[in-house]
């Protein structure tokens, strides 16, 4: 069975707290397993979530703080360990080359695992499988940030009724599915448009396009809100959002699930994020992240 659901490794933003890890997210889709920005203690965190060096296929790194990349160095050394016999792609800033490397080989090791570096340096696709395309937007943070977007592709949804009507039952129906059309009758007489799923992974930016851009329409949103709305001249001159700000952008994108997270250690009520987002209109299904909460892709509409 096809399994989409998000693990959350660690929430704090620049210092992990007592109850916060640093960043760190697994997004589990179909077969794949993509982690991103796994910050200090992600490796531990894996374990402790129940995820695997050999669960993983993808990396992405939105930038190079600490809290989105330190962790490269101990998973980029335990999927060698472990052997993981795949290939892992690594996706990161290119302007951030360096910080891979240095990441990358911070001690000696034996490597025994093909890592393909895939440096983004623009907005668009960077990768593409038969369930997903990830696509990426550049973000605004004082260094280069990209945020991701995973889409699945718009598949067909059999419509029994029609398919009756014309007659078309039994190993036909896969046939009209293959083939686009059967006996005159178009595969869009007897089907309609099954819209693929959205995901988004959004941090550290500051309110521009390319927020809006990648949160449009997603089913799951993970997005930073690492100040409360009374902090935000603080958000916006370190380059980050407040709870009501990713709400909104949440409410405008027709987002189904919220998934808040990247806390300032400053603030010690989570639900107080709750409230505000609330009170900025968002009316999706909402969650205040805390570590090792496992968030499924809500289910097709
Ligand atoms: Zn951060």
Redesign the pocket.
């Known amino acids: 069975m096809s399994v989409r659901e998000l693990v959350v490794l660690g929430t704090a933003?620049?210092v992990p707290t007592r109850h916060r890890n640093h960043?760190g997210y697994l997004l589990r889709w179909d077969g794949e397993g993509i982690l991103f920005?796994p910050?200090e203690g992600t490796q531990r965190q894996m374990l402790r979530a129940g995820v695997a060096a050999h669960d993983l296929n993808r990396i992405c790194v939105?930038?190079f703080?600490?809290?989105?990349s330190l962790g490269l160095a101990g998973v980029i050394q335990r999927i060698n360990l472990d052997r993981v016999p795949h290939e892992i792609t690594a996706h990161y800033p290119r302007s951030g080359q360096r910080f891979f490397d240095r990441l990358r080989y911070a001690t000696a090791y034996r490597e025994t695992v093909a890592l393909t570096e895939a440096p983004v340096d623009a907005d668009g696709p960077v990768a593409a499988t038969a369930a997903y395309r990830l696509e990426t937007r550049r973000l605004s943070?004082p260094v280069e940030s990209f945020g991701y977007r995973l889409v699945e592709p718009d598949g067909r949804r059999m419509l029994p009724g029609r398919l009756a009507a014309h007659g078309i039952k039994g190993p036909d129906v896969g046939r009209i599915q293959r083939e686009g059309g059967l006996g005159g009758v178009s595969l869009e007489e007897v089907s309609e448009v099954r819209r693929g799923q959205r995901f988004a992974f959004v941090?550290?930016t500051r309110l521009c396009d390319g927020v809006h851009a990648l949160a449009e329409g997603c089913d799951l949103l993970v997005i930073?809100s690492?100040f409360l709305d009374e902090d935000e001249a603080l958000a916006v001159e370190h380059g980050?959002l407040t709870a009501g700000q990713a709400a909104r952008v949440a409410r405008d994108a027709g987002v189904r699930h919220l998934v808040l997270t990247?806390f300032s250690q400053r603030y010690s009520d989570p639900e107080e994020f709750e409230r505000q987002a609330r009170a900025a209109g968002f009316e999706g299904e909402l969650t205040v992240a805390h570590d090792l909460a496992r968030i499924p892709v809500p289910k097709r509409r």
């Open positions: 933003s620049q960043n920005d910050g939105t930038h703080h600490g809290d989105h943070h941090m550290d930073e690492t980050h990247h």
